[in-house]
């Protein structure tokens, strides 16, 4: 896939790799927030600051960390250009109602049509769900409760992003993106490394004109070389930044919010990555890997210890993949995104990584492995190819599936294109029964809810629907692979 990207970078004088500090977004713990989402000017690169759209005036925006089963409600202030048009905030991994679950709304008079929607002329506004959208000057309170059947959620790091029809690329690649940290008893009461030593990392591809400007990827491209690779790989918001840690053991909370790049992480040390969480938080069990890869959109929670390596330079490096799925959508960035510095004074070190971490949900012991329905990816079009999911284009007014509240069902995800994708369900986790008919390897074994499928590959998921009724989007995490149509919803029904 061409990168014009590629070549910007080279125009630029190139920063220099390790001197910038990793940014730790600021926290934000309350109850009742407000977040502007305004333009500002960031500094990302060396020299001039960068221009972007933004929650709260940083990129990424504030990190949210609340305490599972406590309501919480964002009120996110509109104040970006006009020109901008309707957002509309979703938080990637909750279990919300859907009418604060930031779906994508329909057309408006600042976006009047769609090329890659289908979307009937004259739908209503409430139809489309643009009485959900917050327009220009506006405002829009999100009430997260925080809980998911009867108790309060699992404790994940999640994040929020825009989610506009048609223009989630865009809005993201501009800065519309935070994190957000959800814990609760058992994770705190773990002896896991925190403070300091919980350190939520957002991995971010972006292009930048000689004067360090953002760059406008988007127009010209078309499914199925949709793919917008950034040139520079930032981490917080920073270009191949550096953090001081102490030989001892810390948490990383990976996150990558690139819109079509995966990253097959791995330490340059050597030392092993001890994942214990994903998506959906806490694993069962932890799983020691040499590598972990991260599609968009994907998490994983990684303990590293750095006591082998007191008064040495650690690289987080992406490389290529050693399963060989090097293609279209599956090829990882390859070269190093910071630098942790390993101070040489020793110090105790009272955490460990218990055996046994969060055992999954009940309902995962009674699925069914004969899929309640299938949902295959496909391309077509003849003179504007789009993406399809069983044959069709999104339509905010339509669902294809009705899943009864309070139902566990089995889904087969079939990817007949020559593209990996990521698909992601909202509402609730999903538990991984089976890829290609084969049992799932063991960091997979697990709840998640974004998942690579490769060319030709089928999985087979299940969830469970509780608490909320309503309609919940399924879409391709590959940004530009949703707002080209690779994108449906669920309609959870009464029983
Ligand atoms: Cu992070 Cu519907 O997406
Ligand atoms: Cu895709």
């Known amino acids: 896939m061409a990168t014009p990207a590629a070549a910007q970078g080279r125009r630029g004088t190139a920063p220099v ?7 730790v ?11 502007p989402i305004l333009e500002a000017d960031v500094q990302i690169l060396p020299g001039r600051k960068t221009r972007m759209w933004t929650y709260g005036g940083t990129f990424p925006g504030p990190t949210i960390r609340r305490p599972a089963g406590h309501r919480t409600e964002v009120t996110f202030h509109h104040r970006l250009p006009a020109a901008a048009g309707e957002l509309t905030v979703h938080l990637h991994g909750g279990h919300n109602r859907t009418q604060f679950d930031g779906q994508p709304g329909g057309l408006t008079a600042s976006h009047p049509r769609s090329f890659y929607c289908d979307i009937p002329r004259g739908l209503s506004a409430r139809k489309s769900g643009n009485d959900l959208l917050i327009e220009p000057g506006g405002r829009k309170t999100y009430v997260y409760d925080l809980r998911e059947d009867g108790r309060p959620e699992r404790a994940a790091l999640q994040w929020y992003h825009d989610h506009r029809l048609d223009r989630t690329a865009r809005n993201i690649w501009r800065g519309l993106a935070g994190m957000w940290i959800v814990e609760d008893e058992l994770d705190r009461s773990l002896p896991l490394p925190a403070g300091e030593r919980d350190i939520p990392l957002m991995i971010a591809d972006r292009s930048f004109d000689r004067h360090n400007q953002l760059t ?11 793919g917008v690779l950034g040139a520079r790989i930032l981490v917080n918001g920073a270009y191949m930044p550096h953090h001081a840690v102490t030989p001892r053991r810390h948490r990383l909370r990976l996150l990558n919010v690139s819109h079509f790049r995966p990253y097959n992480l791995h330490l340059s040390n050597g030392a092993p990555l001890v994942q214990i969480g994903t998506d959906s938080g806490l694993m069962p069990r932890p799983v020691r890997r040499d590598e972990v890869l991260l599609g968009p959109g994907e998490r994983a929670d990684v303990i590293v210890d750095f006591a082998g390596a007191a008064g040495q330079a650690v690289e987080l490096r992406s490389g290529a993949r050693s399963d060989g799925r090097n293609g279209a959508g599956s090829k990882p960035y390859v070269g190093a995104l910071m630098q942790f ?3 040489s004074r020793r110090a105790p070190d009272r955490t460990r990584v218990p055996r046994t971490l ?3 949900p009940g309902w995962t012991k009674h699925v069914s492995r004969a899929p309640d329905r299938t949902w295959t990816i496909s391309i077509g079009g003849l003179f504007r190819p789009t993406w399809l999911i069983n044959g069709r284009t999104f339509n905010p007014a339509r669902a294809d599936a009705f899943p009864r509240l309070d139902s566990t069902e089995t889904w087969e995800i079939f990817n007949r294109t020559n593209v990996a994708h990521l698909m992601h369900m909202h509402h609730t986790d999903w538990y991984l029964l089976a890829r290609d008919g084969k049992p799932p390897p063991p960091w997979e074994d697990c709840l998640k809810e974004t998942f690579f499928v490769h060319p030709g590959e089928r999985i087979l998921v299940a969830g469970h629907f509780a608490d909320y009724t309503g309609k919940f989007p399924i879409h391709c995490h590959m940004l530009d692979h949703e707002d ?11 029983g």
């Open 484 to 494: 080209h149509g690779l994108m449906t919803q669920f309609e959870v029904v009464k």
């Open 341 to 343: 510095r390993v101070g």
């Open 17 to 23: 790799p390790f001197r910038a500090r990793l940014p």
């Open 25 to 35: 977004p600021q926290e934000l713990r309350g109850a009742k927030l407000q977040i």
């Open 358 to 360: 969060r055992p999954l």
């Open 216 to 226: 406008d990827p988007f127009t010209g491209r078309r499914p199925p070389a949709d």
